[in-house]
């Protein structure tokens, strides 16, 4: 048991926080949008996997460009 949570806890730590940014702007629990992903990924054979890792990609890049400045020295 203490393996699986180690592995969960893993996942949940490198998980892009894609499931969390998600649920926060959708006003929902980051649970039911994990549960979302997993159960649509086994329904459909792994698209969903790919929307996941395709808005990971998102989010990192947006971070990336859209970095708050605290200064307009900062530019």
Known sequence: M???????YY???????????LADRLG???KNVRLFFIYASFFTL?????VYLTL?????????VYTKR??????
Not at 2 to 8: E, V, Y
Request: glycine letters at 4%.
């Open 2 to 8: 203490n393996t699986f949570q180690d592995i969960r």
């Open 11 to 21: 996942f949940e730590k490198n998980g892009y926080a894609v499931s969390s940014r």
């Open 28 to 30: 929902m629990k980051t």
């Open 46 to 50: 792994g698209i969903w996997f790919l």
């Open 56 to 64: 990971a990609f998102w989010l990192k890049l947006k971070d990336l």
């Open 70 to 75: 605290t200064s307009v020295f900062d530019l």
